[in-house]
């Protein structure tokens, strides 16, 4: 038992190692130990077996790690397993190509959405790629989407406090409590610079077999370009549509009686 401990212990700090990198900087040993609060000795120590693994690399010149090619070998492999993916995917593309904007697609995981794809339209370019990113519930379209059918009790154990990230997030949960129930009646939810400046998205959640919410499917782009003053029947319209279609993939006829 002792010896399980010491190992499990070991691989506890290893992926609070990976995890520091998070922000998406290179970072010296002493960055990364503060961040995963270990030792630097520790850090210094796990850093070369991961290395040796392939899972951070180290430049030369600088010294500094970043995360190895390996991970984007096991990054694509979890993804390719995903059953949400695998039957939304091409339905997301499909959006893009359609209405020259962004169509994502974000998987639910206790009080965040991680995306795993995105899909860039014409008239929302983007120079970087969303997938593995994670984004707050209560700040996104695709994240607030997912919170209907939850109680207020559940929200506010799910997510105590609500950061603020501009001027528009919605920061009490009374506030929330009032999106929540809008969202249920139409069934779809809009976002207007809630997480970022300048971007507005709809979406709308995707259910199991079962009809659990397990994930999401959002339109993004630019708030002058995805236009939801004149546009939002017509993309909700859309997007509803997008996310019955992936829901059927996943097993869900709808509900029971």
Same mark, same amino acid.
């Given at each position: 038992m002792p010896a399980d401990k010491g190992a499990n212990q070991s691989v506890e700090k290893a992926i609070a190692v990976l995890e520091s990198f998070s922000g998406g900087e290179p970072m010296r040993v002493g960055d990364v130990a503060r961040?995963?609060?270990?030792?630097? #000795? /520790?850090?210094?120590?796990l850093l070369a077996t991961l290395e040796a693994g392939g899972l951070? @690399?180290?430049?030369?010149? /600088?010294?500094?790690?970043?995360?190895? #090619? @390996?991970?984007?070998?096991?990054?694509?492999?979890?993804? *390719?397993? *995903?059953? =949400?993916?695998? =039957?939304?995917?091409?339905?997301?593309?499909?959006?893009a190509g359609k209405l020259g904007l962004g169509a994502n697609l974000a998987l639910l995981r206790d009080a965040e959405l991680?995306?795993?794809? *995105?899909?860039?339209?014409?008239?929302?370019?983007? #120079?970087h790629t969303l997938m593995g990113q994670r984004v707050p519930l209560h700040a996104t379209s695709i994240g607030k989407s997912t919170l209907v059918g939850t109680s207020r009790e559940s929200r506010h154990a799910l997510m105590p406090k609500l950061a603020g990230y501009t001027e528009s997030t919605i920061t009490t949960h009374e506030? $929330?409590?009032? @999106?929540?129930? $809008?969202?249920?009646?139409r069934g779809y939810a809009? @976002?207007?610079e809630e997480f970022v400046l300048g971007r507005a998205s709809v979406a709308a959640p995707i259910l199991d077999q079962s009809g659990r919410i397990v994930a999401a499917v959002s339109i993004s782009g630019p708030r002058s370009t995805i236009d939801l003053e004149t546009r939002e029947a017509e993309l909700g319209r859309i997007i509803i549509e997008a996310a019955d279609r992936i829901s059927s993939? $996943?097993?869900y006829q709808g509900p029971a009686g």
């Open positions: 961040a995963a609060g270990i030792g630097q #000795s /520790t850090a210094s120590r951070v @690399e180290r430049d030369a010149q /600088t010294t500094l790690y970043f995360l190895g #090619s @390996e991970l984007l070998t096991l990054a694509g492999i979890a993804i *390719n397993q *995903n059953r =949400v993916h695998r =039957v939304g995917r091409q339905i997301a593309q499909g959006l991680i995306y795993l794809c *995105n899909f860039e339209g014409p008239q929302s370019p983007k #120079s506030a $929330l409590d009032r @999106e929540v129930a $809008l969202i249920a009646r809009t @976002e207007v993939g $996943l097993g």
